[in-house]
């Protein structure tokens, strides 16, 4: 067999039989995925504490005050963690099947308690 051959029959082999480098290289995607979106959550919350933070100094600074500073830096935080629950806060369920029916609260506690 020639060179071509081969590689064409390894090529054919691997495309139809599926990769065994494929694995390794979706869940490398997936860390890649996590880490963009940590680095995401960490800039939201860095760029709110330092523009509001800015702001309460640029107050401080015109209106010869000294609280505005830490409350924007307080504030920035504050409004960076509700922009990152806002955004990355939902969780994705699958649809529960068809037979299953959700559990009210109160059963659940009741059974925890026992008979009354």
């Known amino acids: ?3 071509t051959t081969i ?3 390894v090529c054919h082999a691997m495309n139809g039989h599926g990769d065994a480098r494929e ?3 979706s869940q ?4 890649l995925e996590g880490m963009n979106e940590g680095m995401r959550v960490l800039s939201y919350l860095i760029s709110g504490v330092l523009l ?3 702001l309460g100094w640029v107050g401080d600074h015109f209106l010869g005050t000294k609280f505005l500073l830490p409350i924007g830096i307080v504030a920035g935080a504050a409004l960076g963690c509700y922009v990152i629950i806002r955004r ?4 994705e369920d699958s649809a529960p099947a ?3 029916q959700p559990v009210p609260a109160e ?3 009741s059974a925890k308690e026992g008979p009354r």
């Open 7 to 9: 590689t064409a029959s």
């Open 107 to 109: 059963s659940t506690a």
């Open 98 to 100: 068809a037979g299953d």
């Open 88 to 91: 990355f806060g939902r969780v």
């Open 28 to 31: 490398q995607n997936l860390k």
């Open 1 to 3: 067999m020639t060179d």
């Open 52 to 54: 509001y933070g800015f």
């Open 23 to 25: 694995a390794p290289r």
